[in-house]
């Protein structure tokens, strides 16, 4: 894949949110099977809240990450702010037009990437972007977006027979190919080598400069750290925690750290423990690996070192960090499978 590449030419940009929406409520008529596994969730109308009052804001030059365990309502919330589903209520704006029923002109501004599909699976790759290309007035050239990506490599097998992350790399020059104003991206880098996701990054950073309203879900929360403008974590249909990433890091307490630490051997926790005050958790995190979690200051350090000197026992590794991501998320989502 060829990073070295000219910057994406973006049409008329203006100070308009790429999304807005507010107090969304999708709800659906459950099937038999689910009303009756499932009573406490019917409501008096006889369906189920998907979105339950959601409102989020994605600005152009941004870009918007959407977290959640799976069933969490991320797909529905985005379903119904690219004009894929009809809100029960509430409002939904796509660069200030409402999405449901959108007129070709709004569409042809707006790139949707899907994970789970969406591609001919019968074609090869470049003829299908030339296709998409054929669709716009003023599209992206093919062979340098396909160079990009790394396409060519793989054009002559069909989409079915792609991997996982070549179809990622496809799916995404197809929602580039018409300069969008506003990029849905959807597990832009799952299933990608480390060189693709860098390449993918650098696009995701330049459409960014260039004024696009960038709306992105992943799993993969180091990916969310790395590339988020403002994180919405989304819980049962509705934002639970929303700011920039360095806001839900810090949460209410910017002292809040993380010490890990690897022995050579096994650890008597307990006596670890009953040295720790209660503003530090000592977590086993695996074998001989370890972690402190909590109001860090030198004196924690001081008892850590006290103790491992107390059972003689030698540090491998020590990092100390503030938390991630990803234990913001596991805080407010639990850390049970879903």
């Given at each position: 894949?060829?990073?070295?590449?000219?910057?994406?030419?973006?049409?008329?940009?203006?100070?308009?949110?790429?999304?807005?929406?507010?107090?969304?409520?999708?709800?659906?008529?459950?099937?038999?099977?689910?009303?009756?596994?499932?009573?406490?969730?019917?409501?008096?109308?006889?369906?189920?809240?998907?979105?339950?009052?959601?409102?989020?804001?994605?600005?152009?030059?941004?870009?918007?990450?959407?977290?959640?365990?799976?069933?969490?309502?991320?797909?529905?919330?985005?379903?119904?702010?690219?004009?894929?589903?009809?809100?029960?209520?509430?409002?939904?704006?796509?660069?200030?037009?409402?999405?449901?029923?959108?007129?070709?002109?709004?569409?042809?501004?707006?790139?949707?990437?899907?994970?789970?599909?969406?591609?001919?699976?019968?074609?090869?790759?470049?003829?299908?972007?030339?296709?998409?290309?054929?669709?716009?007035?003023?599209?992206?050239?093919?062979?340098?977006?396909?160079?990009?990506?790394?396409i060519h490599s793989f054009n002559g097998?069909?989409?079915?027979?792609?991997?996982?992350?070549?179809?990622?790399?496809?799916?995404?020059?197809?929602?580039?190919?018409?300069?969008?104003?506003?990029?849905?991206?959807?597990?832009?880098?799952?299933?990608?080598?480390?060189?693709?996701?860098?390449?993918?990054?650098?696009?995701?950073?330049?459409?960014?400069?260039?004024?696009?309203?960038?709306?992105?879900?992943?799993?993969?929360?180091?990916?969310?750290?790395?590339?988020?403008d403002d994180v919405y974590i989304v819980?049962?249909?509705?934002?639970?925690?929303?700011?920039?990433?360095?806001?839900?890091?810090?949460?209410?307490?910017?002292?809040?750290?993380?010490?890990?630490?690897?022995?050579?051997?096994?650890?008597?926790?307990?006596?670890?423990?009953?040295?720790?005050?209660?503003?530090?958790?000592?977590?086993?995190?695996?074998?001989?690996?370890?972690?402190?979690?909590?109001?860090?200051?030198?004196?924690?350090?001081?008892?850590?070192?006290?103790?491992?000197?107390?059972?003689?026992?030698?540090?491998?590794?020590?990092?100390?960090?503030?938390?991630?991501?990803?234990?913001?998320?596991?805080?407010?989502?639990?850390?049970?499978?879903?």
């Open positions: 894949m060829n990073s070295s590449h000219p910057h994406f030419q973006l049409g008329n940009t203006s100070a308009l949110a790429a999304v807005q929406i507010d107090s969304l409520v999708k709800e659906f008529k459950p099937t038999r099977d689910f009303a009756q596994k499932n009573p406490e969730k019917i409501n008096e109308r006889g369906t189920v809240s998907a979105i339950d009052g959601l409102s989020l804001t994605a600005h152009r030059g941004e870009v918007c990450v959407l977290l959640g365990a799976n069933g969490a309502g991320k797909t529905t919330t985005l379903a119904c702010a690219q004009g894929l589903q009809k809100p029960t209520s509430g409002t939904v704006q796509l660069l200030g037009e409402n999405p449901w029923g959108a007129s070709p002109e709004l569409r042809a501004r707006v790139g949707i990437m899907l994970q789970d599909g969406g591609l001919p699976q019968a074609m090869r790759p470049i003829p299908l972007l030339k296709h998409i290309s054929s669709m716009y007035q003023n599209p992206l050239k093919v062979d340098e977006i396909a160079e990009r990506l790394g097998t069909t989409i079915r027979r792609l991997s996982g992350g070549q179809k990622q790399r496809v799916a995404l020059a197809a929602a580039l190919m018409g300069r969008p104003e506003v990029l849905f991206l959807d597990e832009p880098s799952a299933g990608l080598d480390p060189q693709s996701r860098n390449v993918v990054f650098e696009i995701i950073r330049e459409q960014k400069e260039k004024g696009v309203g960038i709306i992105l879900t992943t799993h993969l929360l180091d990916d969310a750290q790395r590339l988020a819980d049962a249909g509705t934002v639970v925690r929303h700011g920039s990433v360095q806001e839900l890091l810090a949460g209410e307490d910017s002292n809040h750290k993380r010490l890990t630490f690897t022995l050579a051997d096994k650890l008597n926790t307990q006596r670890l423990t009953d040295r720790l005050g209660s503003d530090v958790t000592l977590i086993h995190l695996s074998d001989h690996h370890y972690a402190l979690e909590g109001q860090l200051s030198p004196g924690v350090i001081a008892q850590l070192g006290a103790e491992l000197e107390q059972q003689n026992l030698m540090p491998v590794s020590l990092e100390l960090s503030q938390r991630t991501l990803e234990d913001v998320f596991l805080e407010i989502s639990g850390r049970d499978i879903q």
